[in-house]
């Protein structure tokens, strides 16, 4: 790759330098670049065009770019959720929320059961969180984190086309389906919003009368972070 860039760099107009970047090359930066460039040669052309080498380096690390900046769907398994009071997820089919129930013997039929896909994150993390999007099995409904009166909250989702999950670009509006799940024991782990860091699923306090999984700030007073995720395959 250096070479080539090294080859191109002779290329240039008198006074124009390449200064290279680390951040991930997109298409359209590719394309602003090649426009720039035969304006700044006055629109006499240079040889980039006919360098088909160069030019198939070009979209080639453009693509692969893009690549690594999106999200990228791994795998998928079903599982369900229950807090540190063993309050189980129920879906509220009338206000389309989640609440945390106790559920006792025969009504355990209504804990939700989610779809949760795993992904490649884009870039490097310190963490070991890893970038998953969580659905309510047998529907079209997905977890998203979005803001209401300047506050991130929990929604429920429809997305119809499924297939616009496979990947998500980082910084696409589409994060809003992402939660990053760290670890933090043996099936327990905390879920926090790829879109509004800092921000975690949660849910209150039994003897609270709010029954309804939200988000909050980490050490939030009277609401559970971390959950025990059990996986059913």
């Not at 099936?187 to 039994?206: G, M, P, V």
């Not at 909050?216 to 007073?221: D, L």
Request: aromatic share 8%.
């Amino acid at each position: 790759n250096c070479i080539l860039i090294a080859s191109w760099s002779s290329k240039l107009p008198q006074g124009l330098d390449v200064e290279i970047s680390h951040h991930p090359i997109t298409l359209r930066c590719v394309a602003n670049l090649i426009i720039a460039m035969e304006r700044l040669n006055g629109g006499k052309g240079f040889a980039l065009g006919r360098d088909e080498s160069l030019l198939n380096f070009l979209l080639e690390s453009a693509v692969e770019g893009s690549s690594r900046a999106a999200f990228s769907s791994k795998g998928e398994y079903e599982c369900s959720v229950t807090d540190s009071e063993n309050k189980c997820w129920v879906l509220n089919e009338g206000s389309m929320e989640l609440h945390a129930m106790m559920l006792q013997g025969g009504s355990s039929y209504h804990k939700v059961h989610l779809n949760l896909s795993t992904y490649i994150t884009p870039v490097p993390s310190e963490t070991k969180a890893r970038p998953v999007a969580l659905g309510i099995k047998g529907s079209n409904l997905y977890l998203s984190c979005i803001t209401s009166e300047g506050t991130p909250t929990l929604h429920l989702e429809e997305v119809a086309d499924k297939e616009q999950l496979k990947s998500i670009n980082h910084e696409s509006d589409m994060v809003r389906f992402l939660f990053y799940k760290q670890d933090t024991g043996v099936d327990i782990s905390t879920l926090e919003s790829a879109h509004y860091r800092n921000w975690f699923i949660s849910t209150a306090l039994q003897q609270d009368n709010t029954k309804m999984v939200n988000m909050c700030q980490s050490a939030t007073p009277n609401r559970f972070t971390t959950f025990t995720v059990q996986r059913h395959n």
